[in-house]
């Protein structure tokens, strides 16, 4: 076993394969501004993820804020604070006030018997987050939504290639923002895209990613710069290549913990619900300290002095931030707020060795 095993590690191509890929740019010198492999890349993924529109973008957190901005929205978005801070950010950046529903028990998302307590006179949209490639209860946030006539703007960074009954979670809600952040499923060093169902937004979105021009000279409206480089959307077409081997040697590694750790006392696994095709993106356990006879936070330590790096994600909850205090009371939200204090995210990527997997599990119930 390595010195160091880190809790993510980023997909990548073979060199030659990304060198032959972005040959053509030395040749052309388009770098930016919506290029060749930019738009080869949105044509494929726009296939793979099984969606009716899609804009590619610098990375996630722009989807979520350019997403707003194209809706026109105003006013309250019922969100939840078990999520990364972007989710948050883009939604107090865009100049919107983020009203926390808490997360069920079970699979982490937005819980939707408590979507009713967190309307307000001004609520405009729902942010629901999928998390760890568990996919919200579509059904119940699309009847809430559909009874007030809010918007859905999925978080679906967790999510890349996953099915839902077949069809893919970005073609669920008005929107779905994805990151291909560089320790995601999916990356492209940098980048992100929304997948979206109007029309009438598609030239709106391709127009506030660029400064708000909508002709060469003559800006429309006002935008900012959030677009894909040409460097980003090569390595996007080379992992797109690989990206089924890697999530089924991802579901090895899944497995492999599931083997060592289900039936753990104290331990409380993330299955995959009925319906799901996931894409395995990480491995979240549950400590409840009575039950194991350790906290999260001595896991945490025991692993690091191993070499071990997990990680506490997420903690703490968006409500709890430093940058917040003040303006939320995490106990409005319990259960988010006790997940995120027993929440540790174990390694998994497609090449972690299974032999790896069973000394980290061997380490972790021998405590």
């Known amino acids: 076993m390595p010195d160091r095993i880190l809790v993510t590690r980023s997909s990548m191509p073979d060199i030659d394969e990304y060198i032959e890929e972005i040959r053509p740019i030395w040749e052309s010198h388009w770098l930016t501004n919506m290029?060749?492999?930019?738009?080869?890349?949105?044509?494929?993924?726009?296939?793979?993820?099984?969606?009716?529109?899609?804009?590619?973008?610098?990375?996630?957190?722009?989807?979520?804020?350019?997403?707003?901005q194209a809706m026109g929205l105003k006013g309250d978005v019922i969100t939840t604070p078990f999520t990364f801070v972007s989710?948050?950010?883009?939604?107090?950046?865009?100049?919107l006030h983020p009203v926390f529903c808490d997360v069920n028990p079970d699979d982490y998302t937005i819980d939707t018997d408590?979507?009713?307590?967190?309307?307000?006179?001004?609520?405009?949209?729902?942010?629901?987050?999928?998390?760890?490639?568990?996919?919200?209860?579509?059904?119940a946030v699309d009847d809430f939504a559909g009874k007030h006539g809010l918007k859905v703007i999925y978080d679906a960074a967790h999510t890349f290639g996953e099915t839902y009954k077949g069809k893919g979670v970005g073609s669920f809600g008005d929107a779905s923002c994805f990151s291909f952040h560089a320790t995601k499923v999916f990356n492209t060093i940098e980048g992100g895209?929304?997948?979206?169902?109007?029309?009438?937004?598609?030239e709106l979105l391709y127009a506030v990613k660029d400064f708000g021009f909508d002709d060469?000279?003559?800006?429309?409206?006002?935008?900012?710069?959030?677009?894909?480089?040409?460097?980003?959307?090569?390595?996007?077409?080379?992992?797109?290549?690989?990206?089924?081997?890697?999530?089924?040697?991802?579901?090895?590694?899944?497995?492999?913990?599931?083997e060592h750790l289900d039936g753990v006392k104290g331990i409380k696994l993330n299955h995959v619900r009925a319906g799901v095709g996931s894409n395995y993106s990480y491995y979240p356990i549950v400590i409840d300290p009575v039950e194991f006879g350790i906290d999260r936070d001595e896991v945490f330590r025991i692993l690091s002095e191993k070499?071990?790096?997990t990680r506490r994600y997420f903690y703490p909850a968006t409500n709890a931030m430093?940058?917040?205090?003040?303006?939320?009371?995490?106990?409005?939200?319990?259960?988010?707020?006790?997940?995120?204090k027993q929440v540790l995210t174990l390694p998994i990527y497609p090449d972690l060795e299974l032999e790896t997997v069973d000394k980290i599990c061997e380490m972790m119930v021998c405590h």
């Open 193 to 202: 895209c929304v997948c979206f169902k109007d029309d009438s937004i598609t």
């Open 307 to 309: 070499g071990i790096m």
């Open 114 to 139: 408590k979507l009713e307590k967190a309307l307000t006179v001004d609520t405009c949209a729902i942010m629901p987050v999928h998390v760890y490639g568990n996919i919200c209860n579509i059904e």
């Open 322 to 340: 430093r940058c917040y205090k003040g303006m939320f009371d995490p106990e409005d939200t319990p259960v988010a707020s006790r997940i995120s």
């Open 216 to 258: 060469p000279e003559d800006a429309g409206c006002i935008g900012g710069n959030a677009k894909m480089n040409e460097f980003c959307a090569a390595m996007g077409l080379c992992n797109l290549r690989h990206i089924d081997d890697d999530i089924a040697r991802r579901k090895a590694v899944y497995e492999r913990y599931n």
């Open 35 to 68: 290029g060749p492999k930019h738009e080869q890349l949105k044509k494929e993924l726009k296939e793979y993820l099984k969606v009716p529109n899609i804009e590619l973008l610098v990375n996630g957190h722009m989807a979520l804020e350019m997403t707003i």
């Open 87 to 95: 989710t948050t950010h883009a939604i107090v950046r865009s100049g």
